[in-house]
């Protein structure tokens, strides 16, 4: 929300953003706040909290917005808003704005990834061998 032509954060929910933690932003267009966000979800499951992982995709539903806004008022004064003929303005915000189909595919993989991941490693905590249990005995 905007207070005295600032920007103050207001308690918001994204769903979008909860499941697909860091890739929407990066889906959006929004690789700094992306970046920063894969970071921290690939650091906090080091900390021995149980689910401290998921904290990172809670933070993200619930900034998620707010940088979105961020974002579209940073694009508007780039995009010459105040100055520029509508047409102008609005070729920029189409550059600027809307979203990354390349986005989708990345996320859907690396989440892919990740459970292949997972469960590799919960079959060497658990002492049995994952593709053996997958594929049968070889």
Not at 20 to 44: E, H, I, N, P
Not at 124 to 132: C, K, P, Q, S, V
Request: with cysteine.
């Amino acid at each position: 929300c905007v207070v005295n032509g600032q920007f103050v954060y207001a308690e918001t929910w994204s769903w979008w953003a909860l499941f697909g933690g860091a890739f929407y932003f990066f889906y959006r267009k929004m690789y700094a706040v992306g970046l920063a966000f894969l970071l921290v979800a690939f650091l906090l499951p080091l900390i021995p909290i149980p689910f401290a992982g998921l904290l990172s995709w809670v933070a993200a539903a619930m900034l998620a917005n707010y940088f979105y806004c961020r974002k579209f008022s940073a694009d508007l004064n780039v995009a010459g808003y105040h100055e520029s003929p509508f047409d102008d303005v609005e070729y920029h915000l189409r550059r600027l704005g809307g979203y990354n189909s390349w986005a989708i595919a990345v996320g859907i993989l690396v989440w892919f990834l990740s459970f292949v991941w997972q469960l590799l490693y919960a079959s060497a905590i658990l002492g049995f061998g994952m593709l053996a249990l997958l594929f049968g005995s070889l």
